[in-house]
């Protein structure tokens, strides 16, 4: 079946994560624990973060999970925030972290967008988080749809934000291609009866995605060779 469209996680797939989100971690748990070590230390634990290394194990919930998530699991150890607060903080935080590419995106996207594909980018970060980081990237008027956890479409695994961007589009499933590092992307791209693309410029690995996704690739750049094949 011909890929009409294709649907990108962001985080772990437009971007590489390790080398965007590690280092903001460090900051915002110096940030949030305000000198307070045990704090700093509880809210590492709960999110699977390695103070020693600065760098997120491979089970953390901040890899595929939400915002809302990630706030509400860090909430306990920030008493003078309320969950909306700090879902708040950490998505304009978020908005403004270093971001590392996984590839040139202007050119990859132009290059699909030549061959006539419908573009979209749905992640568990907040919309807000997303449309900054792409347009501080340049390259946010590539894409036909943008969403986020908190759009009103759900979140992955879930189907419905992905199937929001079909119906947006005018695309359907079948001919669309979720395109993810982890496996909340991939299942979500199956519940939604789309064609499955992996990538490890996440935090899971070839053998994690194996198995549930239809193609796995280094990065998104392979994408190309692989549709025009």
């Given at each position: 079946?011909?890929?009409?469209?294709?649907?990108?996680?962001?985080?772990?797939?437009?971007?590489d994560?390790?080398?965007t989100?590690?280092?903001?971690?460090?900051?915002?748990l110096?940030t949030?624990?305000?000198?307070?070590?045990?704090?700093?230390?509880?809210?590492?634990?709960v999110i699977?973060?390695?103070?020693?290394?600065?760098?997120?194990n491979?089970?953390?919930?901040?890899?595929?999970?939400?915002?809302?998530?990630?706030?509400?699991?860090?909430?306990?150890?920030?008493?003078?925030?309320?969950v909306e607060e700090l879902?708040a903080?950490?998505?304009?935080?978020a908005?403004?972290a270093?971001l590392?590419?996984?590839?040139p995106?202007?050119?990859?996207l132009?290059?699909?967008?030549?061959?006539?594909?419908?573009?979209g980018?749905?992640?568990?970060?907040?919309?807000?988080?997303?449309?900054?980081?792409l347009?501080?990237?340049?390259v946010l008027?590539?894409?036909?749809f943008?969403?986020?956890?908190?759009?009103?479409?759900?979140?992955?695994?879930?189907?419905?934000?992905?199937?929001?961007?079909?119906?947006?589009?005018?695309?359907?499933?079948?001919?669309?291609?979720?395109?993810?590092?982890?496996?909340?992307?991939?299942?979500?791209?199956?519940?939604?009866?789309m064609?499955?693309i992996?990538?490890?410029?996440?935090m899971?690995?070839?053998?994690?995605?194996?198995?549930?996704?239809?193609?796995?690739?280094?990065?998104?750049?392979?994408?190309?060779?692989?549709i025009?094949?």
């Amino acid at each position: 079946m011909p890929v009409d469209a294709l649907l990108f996680d962001k985080d772990g797939t437009l971007f590489d994560f390790a080398q965007t989100w590690n280092g903001w971690a460090a900051q915002i748990l110096d940030t949030l624990a305000k000198g307070d070590q045990a704090a700093k230390t509880a809210m590492a634990q709960v999110i699977s973060y390695d103070l020693e290394r600065e760098a997120f194990n491979p089970d953390s919930l901040v890899i595929a999970g939400s915002n809302d998530e990630v706030a509400e699991i860090l909430a306990p150890f920030v008493p003078d925030m309320s969950v909306e607060e700090l879902t708040a903080f950490l998505a304009e935080s978020a908005a403004s972290a270093d971001l590392a590419p996984a590839v040139p995106l202007a050119a990859f996207l132009d290059g699909l967008r030549a061959r006539g594909k419908v573009l979209g980018v749905m992640t568990n970060d907040s919309e807000i988080s997303a449309n900054r980081q792409l347009a501080r990237a340049g390259v946010l008027d590539r894409f036909d749809f943008v969403a986020g956890c908190d759009s009103g479409h759900g979140a992955k695994p879930d189907a419905a934000p992905l199937l929001a961007f079909c119906a947006a589009t005018g695309v359907e499933p079948a001919r669309t291609a979720m395109v993810g590092d982890s496996l909340h992307d991939l299942e979500a791209g199956a519940a939604a009866g789309m064609m499955r693309i992996g990538v490890l410029t996440g935090m899971a690995g070839e053998a994690d995605l194996q198995g549930h996704a239809d193609v796995v690739f280094p990065d998104i750049g392979h994408i190309t060779g692989w549709i025009d094949r």
